[in-house]
């Protein structure tokens, strides 16, 4: 685990930034003149309940069109370590705040436009990537957790001194219908990943087992 400096808000008008960004990102009240990032912000903010619908049918989407092309699909789910710690600490406010800069960047972090990045519970997030091969999804990983990072949001409860964010990559060769258990196995990722520590990106490949599965069906 890499030992991060505590980056401080010299002038104290972090939080103003910060919410004056979001007001850049809101979608406009046309459908037709909405950006894809604010219609993608407006997606991941508005979701909060457990793993629902919405996600059900993104992940089954994504799923139905890799196995149709017969390509790979890769699937990021990212937790906000110690979040009940920090509730505690600095208040619901903050952590509202901390949410919504940490979606902010999740969102200005998508590699292609059509990709979806969806808010599960309170201080985890979805992040559906069809057709991306595992190397660059795990760069994708990477560059989110520098993005959280480089937020610089203050967390005295976490030996990080900062917010930081696990996160678990499942990537998979879909056929057939949608497998339940390919989220399950992102989810197991992230658990994974916080029992080795903080901020860290566990990587689980169903592709060999996958293969050979079928090959014995053969």
């Known amino acids: 685990m890499t030992d991060y400096s505590l980056a401080k808000d010299a002038d104290g008008n972090f939080w103003l930034r910060v919410r004056e960004a979001l007001e850049n990102l809101h979608p406009m009240r046309s459908g037709a003149s909405m950006g894809y990032r604010q219609a993608a912000m407006a997606r991941a903010m508005g979701l909060k309940q457990k793993l629902g619908a919405q996600i059900d049918a993104e992940l089954a989407s994504g799923w139905a069109s890799a196995a149709a092309r017969h390509v790979s699909l890769s699937l990021l789910v990212i937790e906000l370590d110690l979040m009940n710690e920090y509730l505690v600490a600095y208040g619901k406010d903050a952590s509202d705040d901390c949410i919504q800069a940490v979606t902010a960047a999740l969102v200005r972090g998508l590699p292609r436009p059509a990709d979806t990045c969806l808010r599960l519970g309170e201080s ?59 989220f399950e196995a992102a989810a197991e990722a992230v658990k994974k990943a916080q029992r080795k520590g903080l901020g860290r990106i566990e990587t689980v490949d169903l592709r060999p087992a996958q293969e050979r599965k079928r090959a014995r069906r053969a």
Do not use: C, W
């Open 124 to 182: 985890s997030f979805v992040v559906v990537l069809p057709d991306m091969p595992v190397l660059m999804a795990r760069a994708t990983a990477a560059k989110y957790h520098e993005a959280i990072r480089h937020l610089g949001l203050q967390h005295k409860e976490s030996h990080a001194g900062l917010v930081t964010a696990s996160m678990g990559l499942a990537v998979s060769n879909p056929r057939g219908t949608y497998d339940r258990k390919f």
